[in-house]
């Protein structure tokens, strides 16, 4: 059903005209700058403070000086009522307001998709069965073409979900209100098609506006009470449009996704792809990994840096740390190939003291980083084993699954941005976190994601009814060492098939790529890897532990000859 607004009583009757007021005044100021282009946005919002009468005798004058015949909007999710009260505000001959009509999916039992489908937890990458496909998200028709092609403006009005979800613990994970964003995002990409440097701006009416993983906080121009008025990037935007609806299926690293099941018009699609290969647009780039706390991971960290090397890649590699990390450590970091920065760590604020993941809202730090545009972050318990430089074409939020709806924040392609920390700041105390950790904050933050091949971040877990092997797949770009890592074992076979109920991370193959890594290192950095007394003592107490309960594996059994 249309959104409507019916007042019953003089309070409603109040609130609506207040509304219709500020979004006439909203569009008014918006066609201003269209016409004379002379001062920014954010000026006529403070300096034009007067009656909806006078702004229309404005547009009249400002009419008649200008070459540009019409400025036009396009309406989105208002009811056809709201609609004509919009269209009666604004003056005849200089603006032309459409309505975007589009079927939504939630206006019968045929089109309903529930938010699994579009998220699920396992896809058939390797297309056995055929290419994975999405549900289909219905869009405006004809978005390209002179109805909607052209427009300078789009209002919507954009959903919060069910209830209370906005406010709540939990992130928004609603297919209507990604309807709603995504139709606004397309219609913005088809608007610019022929030039992504052309100026349009995008009104959300709502209490929580629009997706933050959709629209950037950056583009931001004006927010007051549910108002919220967006100059998007649509260099940006583009790359948003042309991903699948959801992480039902893996899009090329070209985003050279097959037109005819893309969510943007095909006509669109095609220009937006061509566009992408001759863009003259150059994006600084990084790899980043963190470390806080205590300095159990920076042999992990140099071995990465060592892997991505390895593998040639061209991006830089960005090294936070905190206080806790010493200057020798931090020596050796910088000689494996790091670039250093000092970081105050960030607690989370539901994980327990002196647990794990007590400080790994610590990745957060991740949005200052404002010197890149991109950023991979990985792990420092991750080994690269061939160059993965091509998925910085990826867009954020971009991460392999982890399991049902969510992915895995051990590796993940992010955009720097000052509001977007503040932001996810701000929500630390509002979104739960399954965890307690950065994951857990992480994808209730980023409900919207694309998603990465799994063997990106290949898990080093194994079911218990797979061979005894253990073997990694040679298709894997890189490996995310779970368990006992192997900095902490010897280099003969993977310690973790010292514990029965670690069994299931251990692997002699992926163990042993982790060691020709680390073979390959100067003497140098090799020192900072040199198994410390207490780790040690540890598999020495398993293996001995190994050896009475007479595991099956039989690696106790083999001679350990490292020193």
């Not at 090329?252 to 893309?262: A, D, I, M, V, W």
């Not at 050796?332 to 400080?359: H, M």
């Not at 105390?429 to 307690?436: D, E, H, I, K």
Request: glycine share 4%.
């Amino acid at each position: 059903m249309a959104f409507s607004l019916k007042p019953t009583n003089i309070s409603y009757q109040r609130l609506f005209m207040l509304s219709l007021f500020v979004i006439s005044i909203s569009l008014t100021f918006l066609v201003l700058s269209f016409m004379v282009n002379a001062r920014p946005l954010v000026n006529e919002f403070h300096t034009h403070r007067t009656e909806l009468s006078v702004i229309i005798n404005d547009l009249k004058w400002f009419g008649k000086k200008t070459d540009r015949k019409k400025v036009k909007v396009g309406l989105v999710n208002l009811s056809d009522d709201y609609n004509k009260k919009i269209a009666g505000s604004v003056q005849d001959g200089v603006v032309e307001v459409v309505s975007v009509r589009f079927a939504r999916v939630d206006s019968n039992r045929e089109r309903l998709i529930k938010w699994e489908k579009l998220f699920p937890e396992w896809v058939d990458e390797d297309e056995k069965w055929g290419p994975p496909k999405c549900p289909e998200i219905p869009m405006p028709p004809r978005m390209e073409e002179e109805e909607y092609g052209d427009l300078d403006v789009v209002v919507a009005r954009v959903p919060c979900g069910k209830k209370g979800w906005w406010s709540s613990k939990e992130g928004i994970r609603d297919v209507y209100r990604l309807q709603v964003n995504l139709v606004v995002a397309n219609l913005a990409v088809a608007s610019g098609f022929r030039d992504f440097d052309r100026t349009m701006y995008v009104v959300f009416v709502g209490a929580c506006g629009p997706m933050m993983e959709m629209f950037r906080c950056d583009d931001l121009v004006k927010h007051v009470g549910d108002f919220w008025l967006y100059r998007p990037d649509l260099r940006r935007l583009r790359q948003k449009v042309a991903m699948p609806v959801g992480s039902c299926k893996i899009a090329s690293p070209l985003l050279e996704t097959r037109k005819e099941e893309g969510s943007i018009s095909l006509k669109a699609q095609s220009i937006v792809l061509e566009k992408l290969n001759h863009t003259s647009y150059q994006q600084r780039e990084a790899y980043a990994t963190i470390l806080h706390s205590s300095e159990a991971y920076v042999c992990g960290a140099i071995a990465l840096a060592q892997s991505l090397i390895q593998s040639n890649s061209t991006k830089d590699r960005l090294l936070l740390h905190d206080k806790t990390i010493s200057i020798k450590s931090l020596q050796g970091l910088r000689a494996a190939g790091w670039k250093t920065r000092l970081i105050q760590r960030i607690r989370s604020p539901v994980a327990k003291k002196g647990s794990y993941n007590e400080y790994n809202y610590s990745k957060l730090r991740l949005w200052q980083q404002t010197d890149y545009d991109k950023i991979m972050f990985i792990d420092s318990d991750l080994l690269v084993l061939k160059n993965i430089d091509k998925f910085f074409d990826y867009p954020q939020l971009s991460a392999a699954p982890n399991n049902k709806v969510l992915f895995n924040s051990g590796l993940m392609l992010i955009e720097p941005s000052l509001c977007t920390f503040d932001n996810l700041m701000s929500k630390t105390r509002r979104l739960n976190s399954y965890n307690g950790g950065d994951q857990g904050f992480l994808n209730e933050a980023f409900t919207w994601w694309h998603r990465l091949p799994k063997n990106l971040n290949h898990l080093k877990v194994f079911a218990v009814e797979m061979n005894g092997k253990h073997e990694i797949p040679s298709d894997v770009y890189a490996i995310h060492f779970l368990g006992f890592k192997p900095w902490t074992c010897y280099r003969d076979y993977d310690c973790n098939w010292d514990r029965d109920y670690m069994n299931r991370f251990a692997s002699d193959d992926a163990h042993k790529k982790w060691w020709m890594v680390h073979d390959h290192m100067s003497k140098g950095l090799q020192q900072y890897c040199a198994l410390s007394s207490k780790a040690y003592e540890r598999i020495m107490e398993n293996r001995e532990a190994a050896k009475k309960a007479n595991l099956p594996n039989g690696h106790w059994r083999i001679n350990v000859k490292h020193p």
